[in-house]
């Protein structure tokens, strides 16, 4: 199973914007982007709504027909480890191996030695593909990464055996995330674990690092661009050379988990994938779920009370819905509007407030933030969220098909 050159990591919440989702990858194809979908769900997503891989793969499934979809598509078990890989292994196709909270703890000094031995010929300096400069590594370099990464990287190994065991060789894709954790990878400590990787014999197809800067929930990159710039160029430039130099598959690619809406790096990752001409896989799904609920705010009377409710009860659980999201959040609680102050809002400012508009005075980005994690309480709402969903899809449809193709599609890969 190969992945193509761009594809795009998408869904929702609960299961009802597949067709709508899919709308905007056809619409991309028509206008000359060949963009594999791939419908993901995290481990974390699915437990607290209480739904099934087989959900995710059902909704795909139909939408593929509804709408006479032939080209590549993908189930993503989305932010997975050991514990859980069980659950996904009939449904998905393609495994998203969640080792960040293995980073830091430090494999053995023996383990260390003889890795940074093995590969002692990458010490010094290296040119880098495409770009005119170099990178220069120090034995230092590889042991400090090595400490840091070997036995994360073990662990990837671990939950990949167990998926091939049960998939069969060649059955599946591969990703590696290391993006939730508050640890940034530099361009350099990327190449030693893409050689740690290929030691360890995992046939990675994309790899998320996290990147300089911050990548929080529903809103956009905080950090200085230019930074990201200077980093993502040097990661396209290792993930080059790793193509001649180490045993991993010839379309390897970065994912960037954007967490919804990383709008001011789009048109950096737009310029330089062309500059390398490589691949990128795009994980955005977090964002059609604001979209439904601005939706429903916009549809009707009802539609908006409804809306108010989930931001109410949302407010009085802040602690527990924020819990899950502590690496992937910065919400300034302060500047959440009481729900009583909302309660009189009319749906053309609570529009105003939650779409990510940030040239509109009325936006409220730790608003955004926290409503983008706080579906859990839709989904307790349970019947009565999902018939307003079906109540106003045409509208909703609209919205996200707009979404995902004007905002993200189009920038990124256009
Ligand atoms: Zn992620």
Redesign the pocket.
Known sequence: MNLKKYSIGTGDRFGYQGKALLKAIIKAKENGIDLAVVWNKSFREHKLINTKPSDVLGEAQSAVQALNWIGDYYIDA??INLSNVNLFIDSCNFFTL?VAEYIGKPAPSNVIREFVQKHKNFIGKIKLPVLESSIYIKKSDIEESAKKYLTTIEEAKKIFMEIEKKKGKNNFIIEI?L??SKEVQTPLELLIILIAISEAKIPIQTI?PKFVGEFNKGIDYKGNLKNFERDFELILAIIQFTKTKLILPKNLKISI?S?SDKFSIYPIINKLIKKFDTGIHL?TAGTTWLEEIISLALSSDEGLELVKEIYKKAYDRYDELCLPYVNVIDINKEKLPNPEKVSRWNNKMFLNVLRHDSSCEHYNPDLRQFLHIAYKIAAEMGSRFLNALEKYNKIIAQNVTENIYERHIKPLFL
């Open positions: 989305d932010h969640d995330s993006d939730e998320a988990h967490g994980k």
